[in-house]
């Protein structure tokens, strides 16, 4: 560059003189210029100064390059009179018609008017220098004001031609609206620069969202990341189903690429490409049939692993023919495995012929034809051959002389008697000689029994008798039934006997009795007699029990078992009998209950024995039934403490009905009731409690049976529900109830329609709703259960008070103007009065509509203190008051010296801003202003809240500075000691410590850190707070880094703790060291808080001005 920007100021005295230049004055001077004369650019400088005029003072400056040395310095001259007008007035006269032909001319021309209307710009931009905004120099708080350039130079975050409007980064990347420095996104953009691309499904735990689309975790897949994927592709016979392929008809496995045979293959087979490979020794379409180890053949088929041979064949093959094994004269026996020959035919294999009756063991067959042994004879050798000759009169049979009638002897040549005299004669010359015992002509006769005679009879025995005869062996009885010789039976009775007793016979039975003389094994003819049994008769038949309907009857079994007994009976007064068949009871008595009876009445009742068709002789007895009772008892309605019943009437006249109830394990109760009632209602019963109710007639001493049912009262409902509202909950109250109980259901609902159940326990009596939303009617349902029963609900309801408005504060405050902004209640309301006062004592109210939540307050006193109340209303109701409190702007600050000027100035929100400690205009400090804290106002001079910054630092580093203001940063010792020294200030400190959930603070009254000289000694005093005072112990000591120890330890501490601080020996607190760590000392300790072990994670030191001061 040929030169350097020398500043050319021209200054004029206000004094109304116009300085008017010619258009050829003007043209003269450019024309005249040399080449390298270039305005750049133009600014004004407004100034304020006291007792200044309607006349805005302003400087106007052209910025030039010319020649010069290098070396030469530049600098602005001021005059002594800053109250100046710079009146620029070009007057162009219309130019000749050559001239406008001319270029240079008209460049010049262009140049003049581009003049004119920076100057135009100029003067608007900068006008209203006193008392005006003031834009030109202050920036808003938020830049720093060019005047070479004659505009702001913004502060990140921070655009616009004052510096007043936020930023948004990145300018919203195109994809949004920056809205007070946040983006308002476009749909299907995110992000706080709007860059993120939104996808169009929630990713899910298993997928993020990049791009716009989700990006699925491992074994996940889907737009949404939901499906849950399949480890093998499923091809185009299969579908992936929550992470498992579903094959089609005919597939499977993993992938569904095997082909699925049509059936199961079984434990003897395996699916091959869609058929059934079968183990060895298994066969068929499925491997379940058994292979045959041979093959069958045409004669056969394998089953289970067998041969199944047709009929006629055999063998493990089928390969044998049955017919042929025997030779075709017999038939083979497949469960003896041998041959059954035809008739006629022998042998293992029947081809051998047979002999008749295998020659009876007396010869050898031959071919079929027996060859008899010596003494046999016959076709089969079983007759006998005679050792003699019978002769004429004879015949051999079986070895012996079979001799003709009147012929005997061994050969049959002898006469012998007409008749055979047997073993008990002899034959002498034609005549038989009987033995003692025996008569008749061969004889073969046994003499008579005489005088068979009956003696006694019983039940089930006859006793008989007769003559005895000596010359018989024994004596032979039978007997039997007369109509059933069937049951004929046959004793033999000792020869020294006349006298029998024939037992177990049956009663009331006429027997047939034959006896006969027996010798030598011949009996004579029969002796007779009839005689009979006695009937069978019982013991004694009497009534056992009675009821409405029946009787029950007993009686002692006879001394023999009968068939079965014969019961009949009949009202005694003209009643149709009535028959039943009773068993007979293994039990020493029988008893029958008899049924369906006539209540009250009398009955004739018999019983006789039934064995072997025969009855018995009956007895008798008479019974007569009892009253019936009441029946069909059931409970009607039942109630919290009452119960209704009815029954069936009893059918007998009766004299009254009886009623007892009782509770479980309670005392029962017994109430009389009129013969005539069916129903009846009990009262004062108790409440959830099951009762069991007896009910029965009665007619003189006799009572029916009982009839009963159970019952269980309904559960009282809880009593006396109340309500006590207290903001933002309302407490419940009841008197429990008198049955036993499980619980409680509480139902709440409100006038917008949302509903909530709570169960509560059985021993509550009691219950605060918490979290009610405001301005709305709750209706409260309470019951009581018990199991599955529920008793009545009680109910109850209520209104919610309005919840005031929340959050009021006021921001952009200026002399004349304000903004308001607050949180709506969460009720729905009608809208809100607005109340402000100011400090005169005027005041304005204004209603506002419900949607209401910023309000801008204008025509406002500068320099005031004005009071802003802010009520919700719904209807009559009225909520209680939020109010907050600011002031005016009394003046325009341009060079805050600290932040609490800056909140007097209208910048209420916490952020970096620029101040001007001590009031040095010339040198100014960015910091972070806290105004939200305990009033606002803070100096934040160091922030610990990630560990990224690094705070082990050498001195010089300390002494100036480092980190950003709006993050991790320390302010410096020069500037610190600076703003606590300035004069007219005494300053006051605060640290905000914070762990998780749980936030303290330390706060000094007094605050001061010494110069350079004094080793920035700590001044500290007047502790107050929660955290636990850890400054006082470091109150009057030097600043120490690890390359500048100021300690009075033995050891550097800075260089011991890895920090930077006021130590001692060596401290309390350690804010400067390192983050994060938790050895003894080493971390960001507040010791009075946490102790030396435990690094706090969140630390702000800040300062102010002392308001009381």
Not at 140 to 163: A, I, K, S, T, Y
Not at 385 to 396: A, K, N
Not at 1042 to 1049: E, G, L, Q, R, S
């Amino acid at each position: 560059m040929k030169g350097t920007s020398r500043t050319k100021a021209i200054r004029l005295r206000n004094s109304g003189m116009d300085i008017i230049m010619s258009f050829w004055a003007v043209l003269v001077f450019l024309l005249c210029a040399p080449p390298y004369l270039l305005t750049s650019a133009a600014a004004i400088k407004t100034t304020q100064i006291d007792n200044c005029s309607s006349e805005k003072g302003l400087t106007f400056t052209h910025v030039y390059s010319s020649p010069g040395e290098e070396n030469e310095k530049l600098q602005t001259v001021h005059s002594d009179e800053q109250n100046l007008v710079f009146r620029h007035y070009i007057h162009l006269q219309n130019p000749a018609a050559d001239c406008e032909k001319n270029k240079l001319l008209n460049d010049l021309l262009s140049r003049l008017q581009a003049l004119e209307v920076e100057m135009k710009e100029l003067k608007e931009k900068c006008d209203g220098c006193c008392g005006g905004s003031g834009a030109c120099h202050n920036c808003n708080g938020h830049g720093r004001f060019l005047p070479q350039l004659g505009h702001c130079q913004c502060d990140e975050g921070w655009e616009g031609d004052d510096c007043s409007t936020k930023s948004c980064p990145n300018n919203c990347a195109g994809n949004g609206k920056c809205i007070d420095g946040v983006c308002q996104c476009a749909p299907g953009y995110s992000g706080p620069d709007c860059s993120e691309k939104v996808c169009p499904f929630d990713c899910g735990k298993y997928g993020t969202c990049e791009d716009g689309s989700c990006k699925c975790a491992e074994g996940y897949t889907g737009p949404a990341c939901r499906k849950k994927k399949c480890p093998f592709d499923c091809g185009e016979f299969g579908t992936c189903v929550d992470g498992t392929c579903q094959c089609s008809e005919g597939y499977t496995g993993p992938a569904c690429r095997k082909k699925k045979c049509p059936l199961d293959c079984g434990e003897h087979g395996k699916c091959i490409d869609g058929s059934c490979k079968c183990s060895e020794g298994y066969k068929g379409v499925d491997c379940k049939e058994k292979k045959c180890a041979v093959d069958c053949g045409p004669n056969g088929r394998c089953v289970d692993g067998q041969c199944v041979c047709n009929d006629g064949f055999m063998g493990s093959s089928c390969s044998i023919e049955i017919a042929s094994l025997c030779s075709g004269h017999g038939k083979y026996l497949m469960d003896t495995g041998g041959c059954q020959c035809d008739d006629g035919w022998e042998g293992t294999d029947c081809s051998q012929r047979s002999c008749p009756n295998n020659c009876d063991n007396n010869g050898v067959c031959v071919d079929g034809v027996c060859q008899c042994f010596s003494g046999y004879t016959g076709l089969d050798c079983s007759e006998r051959e005679c050792p003699f000759d019978c002769g004429e009169h004879g015949s051999c049979v079986d070895g012996a002389c079979k001799c003709s009638v009147g012929y005997t002897g061994l050969t049959c040549r002898e006469e012998d008697c007409l008749v055979n005299c047997g073993e008990n004669g002899r034959c002498d010359g034609g005549q038989c000689f009987c033995e003692e015992g025996f008569i008749g002509e061969d004889c073969s006769e046994v003499i008579t029994v005489q005088n068979l005679h009956l003696i006694s009879a019983t039940e089930d025995s006859l006793s008989i008798a007769w003559d005895m005869l000596l010359e018989v062996d024994y004596y032979l009885l039978v007997y039997y039934p007369l109509d059933n010789e069937g049951l004929k039976k046959e004793i033999q009775v000792s020869v020294d006997k006349d006298t029998y007793q024939i037992m177990g016979l049956n009663p009331g039975t006429k027997y047939k009795v034959l006896m006969y003389n027996a010798k030598n094994g011949v009996t004579s003819q029969p002796a007779e007699l009839l005689a009979k049994t006695d009937s069978i008769s019982l013991g004694t038949l009497w009534v056992a029990e009675e009821t409405e309907d029946s009787l029950e009857v007993e009686w002692e079994n006879p001394i023999v078992n009968v068939d079965h007994y014969k019961l009949k009976y009949a009202q005694q007064l003209n009643g149709a009998e009535r028959e039943v068949i009773v068993s007979q009871s293994q039990d020493p008595k029988s008893r029958y209950t008899i049924t369906g009876l006539q209540p009250s009445t009398s009955y004739q009742i018999s019983v006789q024995t039934v064995r072997s068709g025969l009855e018995g002789k009956p007895s008798t007895a008479v019974g007569v039934t009892g009253i019936d009772g009441p029946k069909n008892l059931v409970t009607t309605e039942v109630g919290e403490d009452t119960a209704s019943l009815s029954w069936k009437g009893s059918q007998a006249d009766i004299d009254k009905y009886m009623l007892r109830y009782s509770a479980h394990d309670g005392i029962a109760e017994e109430i009389s009731l009129g013969k005539e009632k069916i129903s009846t209602s009990l009262s004062n019963l108790t409440p959830g409690t099951e009762y069991m109710f007896h009910l029965w007639a009665e007619k003189g001493t006799q009572q029916s049976k009982r009839t009963s049912v159970t019952a269980v009262t309904e559960i009282d409902p809880p009593k006396n529900l109340q309500y006590s509202k207290s903001q933002p909950q309302a407490s419940l109250t009841w008197n429990q109830p008198i049955a036993q109980i499980d619980g409680y259901v509480l139902v709440l609902e409100d006038s917008d329609g949302g509903q909530q159940e709570i169960q509560l326990d059985s021993t509550v009596n009691n219950f605060e709703l918490q979290d009610l939303n405001k301005g709305l009617k709750y209706t409260v349902y309470l019951l009581a259960y018990r199991g599955d029963r529920r008793s009545r609900q009680v109910t109850t309801s209520f209104y919610t008070d309005i919840d005031p408005p929340t959050n009021l504060q006021s921001f952009d405050v200026t002399q004349t103007e304000a903004s308001l902004t607050w949180t709506p209640p969460r009720a729905k309301i009608d809208g809100y009065i607005l109340t402000y006062t100011d400090a005169d004592g005027s005041t304005e109210e204004i209603q506002l509509d419900s949607s209401s939540k910023s309000f801008a307050m204008k025509n406002l006193k500068k320099g005031l203190k004005y009071t802003v109340y802010l009520t919700a209303f719904k209807g009559d109701s009225r909520s209680s008051q939020a109010s907050t409190i600011f002031s005016t702007v009394a003046f325009i600050i341009t060079h805050p010296s600290d932040c609490i000027q800056i909140q007097l100035s209208g910048n209420r929100q916490s952020g970096v801003y620029t101040i001007y400690p001590g009031g040095d205009t010339a040198k100014g400090v960015r910091v972070y202003c806290d105004q939200e804290t305990d009033g606002g106002g803070w100096i934040v001079f160091q922030r610990r809240n990630s560990g990224k910054l690094d705070f082990y630092q050498r001195w010089r580093t300390y002494v100036e500075g480092f980190g950003d203001p709006s993050d991790e940063f320390w302010l410096g010792l020069e500037w610190i000691h600076k703003l606590t020294s300035s004069p007219g200030n005494n300053y006051e400190i605060r640290v905000d410590l914070r762990a998780g959930d749980e936030s303290v603070y330390a706060f000094y009254r007094n605050f001061r850190v010494g110069s350079s000289k004094d080793r920035y000694k700590l001044s500290i005093s007047d502790y107050s707070g929660t955290a636990g005072d850890g400054l006082t112990y470091h109150n009057g000591w030097k600043f120490s880094t690890w390359d500048k120890d100021n300690d009075i330890a033995l050891t550097n501490c800075a260089l011991s703790h890895r920090g930077a601080f006021w130590y001692k020996n060596c401290h309390l607190a350690n804010l400067n060291g390192q983050y994060g760590e938790t050895g003894h000392s080493q971390g960001v300790n507040w010791e009075p808080w946490k102790g030396h072990e435990f690094s706090v994670p969140f630390v702000e030191m800040k300062m102010r001005p002392n308001l009381k001061s």
